[in-house]
């Protein structure tokens, strides 16, 4: 029993290293070819418009109902010592570096990264990405740089979208629901939220976006066995992609606080 056991965990740490050896190649055969010619605009663009502007409404709505939330919670817990001036300050510096890229990064690897992998999984179950490598196209090029560049350069640009709503949406409870003092609330929030507290969210974003593309791509060129591999590999895309977040937040976290 104990024989077998070792030899389990061995297997699995192979594995994991193999795994992990992999992933690492690959992300520096994206890296190697995002500088290389031919530049294909076209497809960034498309790309850009898919992981952006289609994944606008899920967080618009995330970010508003997050705010309104968190403006509730704060402030009755907040009313208990009598600090509920604090709520708009409270509510903003928690958008700003973890809510709004933690929420947009979760929501990106969900609709996003899910569909990277099985676009890619699709081709290359069908032999359409073997095609294109007997054209003369790099295959890593064509379809994983295009997303890869786009979710880098739009989860950003989510996250800000993300805290400005849910700003808006504290606002318009704290200030109109729970009848905070409106001058109170946005003297408290000029007076303790800073610019570097956005920074924080958004550099986590660029990493967040970075990732959940290349994990994506990466699971979707890895496809095997028809089908059902691709759905297989699709659900370990999300769940990697989620997890990768979560765990670059904290090591992140622990990075910029010291920076910035």
């Known amino acids: 029993m104990i024989t077998a056991l070792v030899e389990r965990l061995g297997a699995f740490v192979l594995q994991s290293i193999t795994s992990l050896g992999q992933f690492s190649y690959f992300f520096v055969q994206v890296f190697f070819w995002m500088f290389k010619r031919p530049f294909r605009i076209k497809l960034l663009f498309e790309q850009l418009f898919f992981v952006g502007n289609k994944s606008l409404f899920i967080i618009m709505l995330t970010g508003g109902f997050t705010g309104m939330v968190m403006c509730y919670q704060t402030y009755f817990g907040f009313k208990l010592v009598s600090a509920d001036n604090f709520v708009g300050p409270l509510v903003a510096i928690s958008l700003a570096k973890e809510l709004a890229p933690v929420f947009s990064g979760l929501v990106v690897a969900g609709r996003a990264g899910a569909a990277m992998a099985a676009a890619i999984g699709s081709m290359k179950v069908t032999e359409q990405v073997d095609a294109l490598e007997v054209m003369g196209i790099n295959s890593i090029q064509y379809l994983a740089v295009p997303r890869v560049v786009a979710s880098t350069l739009v989860l ?3 996250t800000i979208i993300f805290q400005f709503v849910g700003n808006a949406g504290a606002w318009l409870v704290g200030v109109k629901v729970l009848k905070i003092e409106e001058a109170i609330y946005f003297s408290k929030l000029s007076e303790f939220m800073f610019v570097s ?3 924080q969210g958004v550099i986590k974003a660029y990493f967040f976006g970075l990732a959940i593309a290349t994990i994506g791509t990466y699971f979707g060129f890895t496809v095997q066995g028809g089908a059902e591999g ?3 590999n699709t ?6 992609g989620m997890v990768t977040v979560l765990v670059a937040d904290f090591i992140l976290t622990s990075f910029l606080v010291r920076v910035l």
Do not use: E, Q
Not at 235 to 240: D, S
């Open 156 to 158: 950003p640009l989510l």
């Open 197 to 199: 507290d956005i920074a």
């Open 230 to 232: 691709v759905g297989k």
């Open 235 to 240: 659900n370990l895309a999300v769940i990697w």
